[in-house]
């Protein structure tokens, strides 16, 4: 089975107009403050990215660019002003940041009802607690548990092996898993014999930026395997951390690079601006069909 | 070998004796307020034994009694002022609480550089994301820990596995071994076959609560054996969630019950103690040896 994580964001985007169409007609509109800081290349798109997706949801995008020599008093203070506008639902700062800025005080200076991205100590502590409080989760685990979801890949009970344990992608993957009651292994770039982990996986989540670091021979026969490498082989072609073209006859249920967990994670961003919009309104949380 | 947590706690009392000392000797005298809401009996005995040990190593100690009704305004007011009282390193608020009170509200009001029990969500945030900043962590967790570095056996690039994955207990005990580089596997109550887990734990740490649960047959030779449970057998005898006469015969390194890890959680919170105290009064933080 493949899991089409294009089609499935490109459903979720259906559901998710129509619900910002309903809000709005309430006199609620949906509203997203992206401030980027200088001019990596990489985050230009990334930003370019995330505001058209919000745009073609009706989702209200407002980008604030800033020059690279921009100072950490006056990133706080631009924060500062959407933290206290009511009319503003979440507030992403593009990482990296230059140097002159320190991240962990920027993520820290973000509501936390308006922190779209889940990074805060606060949210991430939420989590890893598994809190009953609503909370918002880094959107790329938060995609792939949609994924899940929708595919009816049930994780209680089943072993979820993760390699790599960034805070972005591994560690709140991981929490999300644990508490949704699967038995959890982080593995990572100090792990022994990485094989006879990711081999016991009934659930195996790479996201290592290694292109094709796993091969069949690693991965349970019927396994679902989520690929969230986006890596370039030695020919320039965007692959996964998986090498797809071997892994897709042993696993019982992959996602394809490009296709699979990238585009969820934009949606998952949108998703959870509307969450954080129906929260700071008192609206029921219904998660998104 | 025995992991001797008792010999190992008197130890580093010895060491925080003279560490207070010299500490009051510079004007700093360190505080540890303790607050217990109504007479549940273990809770008593937890707070008088904490009370005692600070005593013992020269600690102030406050312990603020409030009966059953109190409410949680009210616990918030009391919480409150020692935030704000600057002679005050550490505030601890005795769990459980009565119903009408909302423990996960409380734990948040606790001023974060006061929270020695590193329950609030920041500090637990800050744990998972592995802050480089200074953090206070859970006792017990903490306290293994340090018996696993005074016996020289180091997590990196061991697997650890995690019995149990409570919030105080088994959840930052594998964040703290994550974060030490070891391949990190939480199992809990819905593992399907805990044995196969367990038996490829190089560093097991069982938080159960049930007894006896770990047998000889689960326990990898020559893994080092950590256990947190204190059980009642059927005889009324105190014993740990693992069963020690047979699984010595096959660890390593074993912690006995009593005498393992008991008597380091609280020595743990008086190092935690020092730490903030030392960290409000712009001391460097050199480990307790």
Sequence with gaps: MIIDGKALSNQLD???KAEVKALREEGIEPKLVVIIVGNDPASQIYVRNK???AIK???TSIIERRPADFTQAELLALIDQYNRDDTVHGILVQLPLPKQIDKSVIIRAIALEKDVDGFSPENVGKLFSNSHEHYPVSCTPKGIMTMLAHYKIDPAGQHA?????SNIVGRPMGALLLNAGATVTYTH???Q???SFTRTADILIVATGVAHLIKADDIKPGATVIDVGMDR???GKLVGDVDYDQAKEVAGAITPVPGGVGPMTITSLMQQTLELTKVANHRAL???K
């Design 14 to 16: 259906i559901s998710m």
């Design 51 to 53: 505001h058209r997706k």
């Design 57 to 59: 949801l009706g989702i």
């Design 161 to 165: 092996v993760i390699v790599g344990d």
């Design 189 to 191: 770039i100090l792990t």
């Design 193 to 195: 014999d990485l094989s």
């Design 233 to 235: 082989d030695e020919n």
């Design 286 to 288: 219904e998660p998104v």
